[in-house]
């Protein structure tokens, strides 16, 4: 006698009926007993079971019928053999279009060519990578090792020379000077006038006296020789200085590398945002050697007297492992010296702060 066994196969989530011998249990009287019957199933699995295929007998036992797979279980579908379909077997569908745009059906967009970047400007701190000081400060040191040395004495001679190149004047000047700020000078002539300077804060006295007069001759005094002594580093500044370009220029017979740089606006309390009508500002040009980064010129153009004023950059040594010019010397359109300012002597020194104070 045959029977339908059914086994849920739960790993493919529907159930098996197969047909099995369900052998006859003999009696106590040895005579046949019939098997009792199977326990009884829902509807409409048994009607599933025991339906005949199409094209065969009636017979249950002669020709079972197998229930169809299904092509989807929970979220995992299967191919025609039974397989799950992974994910990088589904065929690819094509990205939607874009709000408002309509694209025929088939077809696969375009893409639309990557957009480039606008260029950052120029970094004016100098050593990051790209910027234009690096070569400079690489042949020079850093910024950060001439702010490492300190306070300096530097004795200054100023020989100033007429229109044939005669000299016409000379005299020294003391300036000692904190490296590690960018305003903290003290310049001593011999005559016995004292300038000095910390911040916006500026003084001039004449043999130990206070003399409010010479107020504004000090401060161009020790904006010029405070410039001079931290030159090229200053420029790193970048709250002080900010690079426009950096371009070639042919200098004579040779061709020289060119930063352009303007000095920043002081910041101001009562401002916000761009200025309507901003006043001119001093520009600075450096020239240096394309190949090493020598500095080799130095360019001032002044905002206020539309002046424009070029030094050469000359005898350059070390002071402490910072190269320094001792030697700058301007010159007229005619490449005729005007004014040279040499370093005589440099000492380290340890001021305080009141030294470039009025006591």
């Given at each position: ?71 989807r279980v929970g979220s995992v579908q299967f ?129 130990g006296m206070p003399w409010p007069t010479l ?145």
């Amino acid at each position: 006698m045959h029977r339908l066994l059914v086994v849920p196969l739960l790993a493919f989530g529907f159930l098996v009926v197969a047909p099995c011998q369900v052998p006859k249990a003999p009696s106590a009287r040895g005579k046949p007993v019939a098997a009792r019957p199977a326990a009884t199933k829902p509807a409409a699995e048994k009607s599933a079971a025991t339906a005949p295929a199409a094209g065969s007998t009636a017979d249950p036992a002669a020709n079972p019928a197998v229930p169809e797979r299904p092509a989807r279980v929970g979220s995992v579908q299967f191919d025609g053999g039974g397989w799950p379909i992974v994910a990088e077997d589904r065929p690819a569908t094509p990205p939607l279009a874009p709000a408002g745009e309509t694209r025929a059906p088939g077809t696969t967009p375009t893409p639309a060519p990557p957009v480039e970047a606008a260029p950052l400007p120029a970094i004016a701190s100098g050593m990051q990578l790209g910027s234009p000081l690096l070569d400079v400060f690489q042949a020079t040191r850093s910024p950060a090792a001439f702010e490492a040395l300190g306070g300096l004495v530097v004795w200054w001679r100023l020989t100033i020379y007429g229109n044939q190149g005669e000299v016409i004047g000379v005299r020294e000047v003391t300036h000692t000077a904190d490296c590690a700020f960018a305003t903290r000078d003290r310049l001593e002539h011999a005559d016995g006038r004292v300038y000095g300077r910390s911040g916006a804060s500026v003084f001039a006295e004449r043999q130990g006296m206070p003399w409010p007069t010479l107020a504004d001759s000090a401060a161009s005094e020790l904006a010029l020789f405070g410039l001079q002594l931290r030159l090229p580093w200053c420029f790193g500044d970048g709250a002080s200085f900010t690079v426009l370009r950096r371009d070639t220029q042919q200098v004579g017979s040779q061709t020289l590398a060119r930063i352009v740089l303007e000095r920043r606006p002081p910041a101001a309390l009562d401002i916000v945002g761009p200025e309507v009508d901003p006043a001119p500002r001093d520009r600075f040009e450096l020239l240096y050697e394309p190949s090493g980064g020598q500095p080799r010129q130095f360019v001032h153009r002044f905002a206020n007297s539309l002046q424009t004023r070029r030094v050469l950059l000359e005898d350059w040594q070390d002071v402490e492992g910072v190269r320094m010019p001792y030697r700058r010397v301007y010159v007229d359109e005619q490449q005729r010296p005007t004014t040279m300012f040499e370093i005589l002597r440099i000492e380290k020194a340890h001021p305080s702060e009141r030294d470039f104070r009025l006591h």
